[in-house]
């Protein structure tokens, strides 16, 4: 299920890339159009200048569906998060009924904790790759 939504997101992302790449052309090609031509009557200019707002307001409905998209896959890793917490108590319980030793379980927690720090850093050098391509 969760894959099948993973391939419908980038179905989405792939597509909604190929529209903004085809309407950027299509703006740039006007705005050269524009230019060789000249001046041209007031009411070309108003029928381009109402093609341009129609394409903005596209573009924030793009916008808003990809903060969509990204709410979405926040909630998901929210309820993953809640799952995985889950588990871990349930081995943990499965751990002590057993008789785990107190090494072999601090061993885990430790691990844990290691795992976390991979993920945060992860994340920040995901951000700061993000950061230094947009800018």
Known sequence: RSIRRQGEHFDRMVSSGLRQQRERD???SRR???RTNGNGNNGNEMQQLTEEADSLGTSTGMMN???????ANLSSLVGQRQ?????????LDIGNKIGL??????M????????AYLVFGGMVVTMLVIYFLYF
């Open 26 to 28: 299509e703006l740039l």
């Open 65 to 71: 569906e990809l903060l969509d998209v990204g709410a």
């Open 108 to 115: 885990i927690e430790r691990r844990d904790a290691t795992d």
């Open 101 to 106: 030793s107190n090494s072999t379980m601090r």
């Open 83 to 91: 799952r995985m917490r889950w588990v871990n108590r349930k081995v």
């Open 32 to 34: 050269r159009k524009n």
